[in-house]
């Protein structure tokens, strides 16, 4: 009896190991506001980033990869479901702690989509798709969850009594380090609870990491998702004290230096238990930087304008892939992927299916990661901050088309009227072609309307709080 309960042991566990190895691990790292030319293997000749250029030599740099928004909570709705904003009623801003909606918990995400196949799932850092129970990370398929509900420059519960603004009101709270304790009221949640309030801003950086290496650890026998969603380098800026640059003119170098630190823990804890040859980690951005912060901000590198539009600058973020291996090392991607592509290819990578009873936008761009293909992805479309559709690209080709209080609260003015630009040869935006090339912009704009129609006529509703009474 004891040697068949052993040998029952013993089997179930060569069965969970063989599982195991079958299917990959995935990390996915996502920062907040962190702009297309913020890291040394994306041209920063004054930010250090030693950890994620290792990353670069050691997998593969996509250096056309577009987030679905130029703002946080629709863009993190659509890196989960691998659908634009717009399709899962995600599309008309950000969420405020006053906010009464949220991802729908029916939505399919990548952790729904792994958990499914028994991988262990956790989120560690900000959420921003609905503080409510119902919408939170433990209702979206994750298994556990640690980090902030929202923007850490948003207070609890009314989001009222915030300090100055601007990068002047930013230079006031770097120089006071105790502010993230006197002037905010950003929570800290653990699952469905507040468990610090307010949220010690200094150390969240470093506390998710931790809590993100302990969930390796005890998940190192089974396969693993964890999604990595730090809050920083978004305003305000917060690192620990032993490592805070004192001259606020460096804040914003300061706090990717120390979050490219910390992402170089996760890296050392893989290759130290020996899970590195079994595991994905995809690094990446919500948008691009926000300018009107200035040294609080970070760069766009060549590209034009950041947050909140729909130039490049806005949308087009840095991109890492990891995976030895299975990821060529030192290689570059130039063709054109997305955020929202990342479940289909996450489902691909596994083999298993996605929900037949829901359209989505993403495609599989398994091809792009391995080499084994030039293109994929030939169309994107781009819509506003409050999800207007503005712009279609094609190709090299990326139409604009703005209403004239399209310019509202951008950077970066620009005509009312059809833009054109060719991003192989100008990437900055900078020679507008619609003119010369009419037809082309006439086609497209149909193009854009016809792809619009359709996630439109195909939108599911985001979760709504009920009434009361």
């Known amino acids: 009896m004891i040697r068949s309960i052993l040998t029952l042991f013993a089997f179930v566990a060569l069965h969970t190991a063989l599982e195991s190895a079958e299917k990959p691990n995935f990390v996915l790292i996502f920062t907040d506001d962190l702009g297309y030319g913020d890291l040394g293997s994306f041209g920063s000749t004054t930010i250090r980033t ?39 009623g995600m599309h008309k801003g950000v969420l405020f702690p006053t906010s009464t909606s949220g991802l729908h918990p029916d939505e399919h995400t990548i952790a729904d989509h792994l958990r499914q196949q028994g991988y262990a799932t956790a989120c560690f850092g900000k959420w921003h798709l609905g503080h409510h129970l119902e919408v939170l990370p433990t209702a979206n398929g994750f298994d556990t969850y640690y980090g902030i509900p929202y923007s850490n420059d948003m207070n609890h519960p009314a989001n009222e009594g915030k300090p100055k603004g601007g990068a002047e009101g930013m230079d006031e709270l770097w120089n ?38 302990d969930f390796v650890k005890e998940n190192r026998e089974r396969p693993f998702f964890v999604y990595l969603p730090y809050s920083m380098p978004h305003i305000p800026l917060y690192v620990p004290d032993e490592v805070r640059d004192p001259d606020p003119k460096r804040a914003y170098l300061n706090t990717i230096e120390h979050l490219d630190t910390e992402v170089g823990r996760v890296f050392d804890l893989l290759r130290e238990l020996e899970l590195d040859k079994n595991t994905y980690v995809i690094f990446t951005s919500d948008n691009g930087p926000w300018l009107t912060f200035k040294h609080h901000g970070g760069s766009a590198g060549p ?62 761009i398994t091809g792009l990661l391995t080499g084994e293909a030039e293109t994929v992805r030939n169309e994107f479309l781009y819509y506003s901050r409050n999800g207007r559709i503005e712009g279609i690209r094609e190709g090299d080709w990326k139409l604009l088309v703005r209403a004239p209080e399209g310019k509202k609260g951008l950077t970066d003015a620009a005509p009312s009227g059809p833009m054109l630009f060719d991003l192989a040869k100008d990437p900055g935006e900078k020679q507008n072609l619609a003119a010369e090339k009419t037809e082309l912009v006439e086609r497209l704009r149909r193009r854009m309307a016809e792809l619009d129609s359709e996630v439109t006529a195909g939108e599911r509703p985001a979760w709504t709080k009920p009434q009361s009474g």
């Open 176 to 213: 006071d380090p105790e502010s993230t304790l006197t002037k905010w009221q950003t929570p800290l949640m653990e699952n469905e609870k507040i468990v610090e309030l307010p949220v010690d801003q200094r150390t969240i950086t470093r506390r998710c990491t931790d809590r993100a290496l």
């Open 50 to 88: 030693p950890h994620l250029d290792r990353l670069a030599a050691e997998g593969r740099k996509f250096t056309s990869f577009m987030t679905a928004s130029s703002i946080c909570s629709p863009s993190r709705a659509a890196l989960l479901t691998g659908s634009y904003p717009k399709r899962v």
């Open 303 to 364: 590209l034009r304008d950041g947050k909140m539009s729909t130039f490049e600058g806005g949308q087009r973020v840095p991109c890492l892939m990891w995976a030895p291996g299975r990821i060529p090392a030192g290689t570059e991607c130039n063709a054109l992927a997305s955020t929202i592509d990342l479940l289909p290819t996450i489902a691909a990578i596994t083999g298993t299916p996605l929900p037949a009873d829901r359209p989505i936008d993403g495609l599989d």
